[in-house]
């Protein structure tokens, strides 16, 4: 007689996030008793700089007399305790097309380490666990410590924030912020000779952002929060995202760039941003398309009562854009003390198109241009690039080294038609368009 086939074992279902935080705690517990470490008080929460930078956190250490001691995982905690290097990759576009760049973010990132005190004492150690959810810092992931005391741990958090914040402010390039990932880049290397922006326009914003970082010192002695917001608002294609490159490229100062377009995302990227700004202060906090910040929820909210400052924002330029200004949500643009400057970047006139166009094509410019600068009305900065590179590319299909007045007149028809299109909304847009 056949045996009955067993059932198979269900799958496990997934711990609840609360009981794997226990489980954390639970297994460093344990950690510490194969070692021999004393009963000490047990802190957890999230890995946040400066624990998550062990250069800081191991000068920090060193600065208060600890000497740190990096534990070799025991049988049965290679999976927890190994500590390794991060490799960290930046896109570095170059005129020979982009390239990857290696960079170590931090020279260890440590997992299990000991800190001995001066005294020798075990009573007076402290035990560290640093536990990532992934290869790049992400709200998941976790720090265990095991101090004496809070006054201890305190202290050593703090003299690692001081060393951290110096250390954070002179690493170049900007600071992103999407999808509840920080990453690192090279600010564009564009200046504002390269923004093309009506008369005046250009020295009344430099000018501003300038005068901001420093008059510090006055706007405190006459009583005033150190703190400007700057709108950017006009059709989108004509420089305002440039504009912020030229910020970050001139001032010397970190600059935070926060994506909040994600529903998902959004709230921490928000909180993130201002707080990234405030620890790197005096620094430069941008939003790109502020217009989507619509709905009055909870996002809204919460940027609403960062921007007004309901924590610490000293020192801190608040720089946004929008395409639809018409759609900025009326607490956002009609409150001065929320964006106390707006500049309206247009279209550019018959003027503008002719600086962009000369200033673009320099010496191989086929002749004058006034009639190009003249037959673009309507253009944004957008099309006229489009109308260069339909151009340039006409030149190599008839395999010339150098632009020709037809060259120019062919990518004039092809720009129009598909301006045309994209106006009366792209309902059937062909073939025709960007090559």
């Known amino acids: 007689m056949n045996e009955p086939t067993p059932a198979a074992s269900p799958t496990p279902a997934p711990l609840p996030w609360g009981v794997q935080q226990g489980r954390m705690v639970e297994v460093f517990r344990r950690a510490l008793r194969r070692r021999g470490a004393p009963e000490l008080p047990l802190f957890r929460g999230g890995l946040r700089p400066p624990l998550s930078c062990s250069e800081c956190f191991a000068a920090a250490a060193q600065e208060l007399g600890f000497r740190l001691e990096e534990q070799s995982p025991l049988e049965g905690e ?126 009344d914003l430099s000018r501003t952002v300038e005068e901001f970082f420093a008059s510090g010192d006055l706007y405190r002695r006459h009583g005033l929060a150190h703190r400007r917001g700057i709108l950017l608002a006009g059709p989108p294609g004509n420089g305002k995202t440039s504009i912020l490159k030229a910020i970050a490229h001139g001032v010397e100062h970190p600059t935070v760039v926060a994506v909040l377009d994600d529903p998902n995302s959004g ?101 004058e241009l006034a009639w190009l600068a003249r037959d673009t009305e309507g253009y944004s900065v957008a099309f006229l690039k489009e109308l260069l590179l339909q151009a340039r590319l006409a030149a190599v299909r008839a395999g010339r080294d150098a632009l020709e007045e037809e060259d120019l007149r062919a990518a004039l028809a092809t720009t129009r038609e598909h301006l045309r299109l994209a106006s009366a909304g792209l309902q059937d847009r062909g073939s025709v368009g960007f090559a």
């Open 78 to 203: 290679h999976e927890l305790f190994s500590p390794y290097e991060y490799l960290g990759w930046y896109s570095t576009p170059s005129e020979e097309g982009g390239a990857s760049e290696l960079r170590l973010s931090d020279p260890v990132r440590y997992s299990l380490v000991r800190l001995v005190p001066e005294s020798g004492q075990p009573e007076d150690e402290l035990w560290l666990w640093t536990h990532e959810a992934g290869s790049l810092p992400s709200p998941d992931d976790e720090v265990c410590v095991a101090a004496p005391g809070r006054e201890v741990l305190a202290l050593l958090v703090r003299t690692a924030q001081t060393l951290h914040a110096a250390h954070d402010r002179s690493r170049a390039g900007l600071i992103l912020l999407g999808n509840t990932r920080e990453t690192r880049t090279k600010s564009a290397d564009l200046s504002w000779e390269d923004v093309l922006l009506p008369a005046g326009m250009q020295e």
């Open 267 to 367: 709230l921490y990227n928000c909180r993130h941003a201002f707080e990234r700004a405030a620890e790197l202060a005096p620094a430069v906090l941008c939003f790109e398309d502020l217009d989507t910040l619509v709905d009055d929820g909870p996002l809204l909210s919460q940027f609403l009562n960062l921007l007004d400052g309901m924590e610490r924002l000293d020192g801190v330029l608040v720089i946004a854009t929008t395409n639809r200004p018409d759609r900025i949500d009326p607490a956002i643009s009609k409150r001065p003390s929320r964006f106390d400057r707006v500049f309206l970047i247009p279209e550019p006139d018959e003027e503008l198109r002719g600086r962009y166009l000369s200033h673009q094509l320099g010496e191989d410019a086929p002749g």
